[in-house]
């Protein structure tokens, strides 16, 4: 039982076990630094959120601060000509809007404009009566370059069907019609020339009535510009491949309508026309062309709505409010490029942030993506919807009234950061130490294995050495001892107990010996001896060794080996040439030429040199490292056919090392030979 117990500890179940072993530690230990990894990674998450936070609401506050600039500007400041001081004064002055090149904190800006209720627009940027430009300081070049850039505006806002292009019909119709007629035009679009008459306090419409020309802009916000959309290389947001949607919403800026009282001069045509139509008869003659001359005040009460923020088809952008005065509404904006606006505002304070090493700030409008810009590269943005892509790190809506944009910022590559090199590191030495612990442990399960069942062997080997020499030699005693043997015969039964018993000696040497070796017993004392009397030994040792098993022994040993001297052990010494010599014995058995060759040579690197050489098969060259290893045999322990027990060759192998020499093996033609060296004193 105890022997098949022994023979259960196979290496295939040596390996389940421990793979079963390195499952059960690995398993956890990955769970365990995958859940801290994870555990940082989310930290750091955050921690780049409340980055995006920060930086949405300080680009979201540069957007408000550029708006409240333009909420407080008045209604008169969309015309060329305003009221400076109080109204009585009738003293007027060029408005802030007037000047040339255009100047706001707005970047991108490209000017303002008034839009009247039937859909014609003005720019502050024009006096009325070009004649009258060099009056107001403005050069020939000058309203040239201001003409340009109003029709200009003229033309975006016609392209986008928001205005009409009247500029070039209203020159030709303004020479063909008669006064009388103009007056009377005039006279019902007073808003166009800020001619109406004084109304205070007056009533705004309700924001639900459509002007008619002026329903392009309501369209405006109620469905994003179908020629953007077909043309967006970017996509649609749903169209990108973002892993994960969190949408806070920032805290909406709410402007309310506000009533303001303004007051503007009188446009020089309205003030004549009022004047051939008798508008104000309560005045002489004198007084009305006095009060023309001077372009008299107007004073009146409006409303106006919060800016509205929109994106024409032609991807400019149209920030516009609506102003409620007499009766009528008028449309009062500017318009912006797109690409500098986004640039300046949202680009370069992105840029300026750890963010735009480790994601992409999409601006979406309405769903479209409009700009993507990413601080890992030149360019400023990127080139088509297959590079938006990754795991969305924030996304938040901009306040009124750019409420209808949304900024987004997707991960492409999240900073581990310290802790996590830490993981990275302690995952490393932790799987080099399991594997590393997992070799070690198979190796040495193995060595076991292979050590118990070499033991195994060995105590079957000694078992079958002991009991066949035993048998044979209580049989010739016995049949010596009743007499059975004739004269002639005794001799041969004598000789064979005693090599029996000489073969028992050996054994039980070797065994002995083993065991001293094995209990790390106190290493025996080295004399220093010359190599003429050890070979002496060793000849009186083996020579009936070999001559009972038939072999013929040839010592040779040169005059220079003979005379050196080397430190050793004599007994170990004797020991390991009678090893040698009964292994080659053994092995050469069915050899031709049965002879041992025991020999000894100088060499020139002060070494003496021992050999045993046999004339059999010679050592297999797979097999020529493992013949000394302790209980190893080259012959299967069934199926064997040499005597022995494995612990010869590991034996001589350990007394020589132990005396500070070198043992090896090679093979000759035929034959194998042992090679044992130990330095000359």
């Known amino acids: 039982m105890k022997h098949n117990k022994l023979k259960g500890l196979d290496k295939s179940k040596l390996r389940r076990w421990l793979l079963w072993f390195f499952l059960s530690l690995t398993i956890p230990t990955a769970i365990l630094i995958q859940q801290s990894f994870s555990r940082l990674r ?13 930086l949405t609401n300080r680009i979201n506050g540069h957007f408000l601060r550029l708006m409240a600039s333009e909420e407080q500007r008045p209604f008169s400041d969309y015309a060329f000509l305003n009221v400076a001081g109080q109204s009585k004064t009738n003293f007027s002055q060029r408005s802030p809007l007037s000047s040339y090149p255009v100047q706001s904190e707005i970047p991108g800006l490209i000017g303002y404009f008034q839009v009247d209720a039937a859909g014609r627009l003005m720019t502050p940027l024009m006096p009325e009566g070009r004649e009258k430009a060099a009056s107001y300081g403005i050069g020939s070049q000058e309203l040239a370059d201001r003409s340009a850039l109003q029709n200009r505006i003229q033309q975006i806002l016609s392209e986008n069907r928001l205005v009409k292009n009247q500029y070039a019909d209203a020159e030709k119709r303004e020479s063909t019609v008669k006064p009388k007629n103009r007056a009377k ?43 953007m959309q077909s043309e967006n290389k970017l996509g649609r947001l749903e169209d990108l491949q973002l892993k994960q949607s969190f949408k806070p919403a920032l805290s909406k800026a709410l ?21 051939d139509a008798g508008v104000d008869k309560k005045l002489p003659a ?42 009528q509404r008028y449309i009062q904006g500017l318009l912006v490029e797109q690409s500098p606006f986004l640039q300046n505002i949202v680009n370069i304070a992105f840029r300026e942030t750890v963010l735009s090493q480790m994601s992409d700030l999409l601006v979406v409008y309405r769903g479209d993506v409009l700009s993507a810009f990413t601080g ?66 198979y190796r040495l399960g193995v060595g ?43 001799k041969t039964y004598y000789d064979f107990i005693f090599a029996e018993s000489e073969r028992l000696s050996r054994l039980i040497n070797n065994v002995l010996q083993l065991a001293k070796m094995t209990r790390n017993e106190k290493q025996p004392v080295f004399t220093s001896v010359t ?16 001559e009972l098993a038939g072999f013929t022994l040839a010592m040779r040993c040169d005059q220079k080996a003979a005379s050196a001297i080397i430190k050793v052990n004599p007994d170990w010494f004797i020991q390991i040439m009678i090893n040698l010599v009964d292994n080659a014995i053994k092995f050469s058995a069915k050899a031709e030429l049965k002879t041992i060759e025991l020999e000894c040579v100088r060499l020139s690197s002060e070494h003496v040199q021992f050999s045993v050489r046999d004339f059999g098969p010679g050592v297999a060259k797979d097999q020529m490292q493992k013949i000394f290893k302790l209980f190893y045999r080259s012959e299967n322990e069934m199926t064997r056919e040499t005597v022995g027990t494995g612990i010869g060759l590991a034996l001589a192998h350990q007394m020589t090392v132990s005396m500070q020499g070198q043992i090896d093996v090679l093979n000759k033609a035929p034959g194998a030979e042992f090679r044992v060296k130990f330095p000359v004193i």
């Open 185 to 227: 035009d005039n006279a019902g679009l007073a808003s166009n020339e800020y001619a109406a008459s004084p109304v205070a306090n007056a009533p705004a419409p309700e924001p639900e009535k459509t002007i008619e020309g002026q329903a392009a802009f309501d369209e405006l916000k109620k469905s994003a510009p179908a020629k």
């Open 448 to 490: 076991q294995i292979s050590l118990v069942n070499q033991q195994q062997d060995f105590i079957s080997a000694v078992s079958h050495e002991l009991k066949t020499p035993l048998t044979s030699i209580r049989m010739y005693a016995e049949m010596l001892q009743a007499g059975w043997v004739d004269e002639a015969r005794k």
């Open 376 to 441: 890992r590269t030149t360019r400023g943005y990127l080139s088509s919807r297959q590079e938006i892509s990754g795991e969305l790190l924030y996304q938040a809506r901009l306040s009124d009234p750019f409420s209808d944009m949304q900024l987004l910022f997707s991960i492409t590559q999240l900073p581990i950061g310290p802790g996590g090199l830490v993981i990275i590191w302690l995952t490393a030495v932790l799987a080099v130490v399991f594997c590393a612990g997992f070799f070690g442990l």
């Open 286 to 327: 004198p007084q009305q062309a006095a009060k023309t001359d001077s372009l008299p005040i107007r004073t009146f009460e409006g409303a106006i709505d919060p800016f509205e923020f929109s994106q024409l088809d032609s991807g400019h952008f149209v920030i516009f409010r609506k102003v409620w005065l007499n009766g």
């Open 531 to 546: 190599v003429a009397e050890l070979m002496d030994s060793v000849k009186s040792k083996v020579s009936s060794q070999v």
């Open 255 to 275: 402007t309310k309508m506000r009533k303001e009282e303004s007051a503007l001069p009188e446009t020089l045509d309205s003030a004549k026309m009022k004047a």
């Open 42 to 54: 989310w930290e750091a998450f955050h921690q780049h959120q409340l980055l995006a936070d920060e």
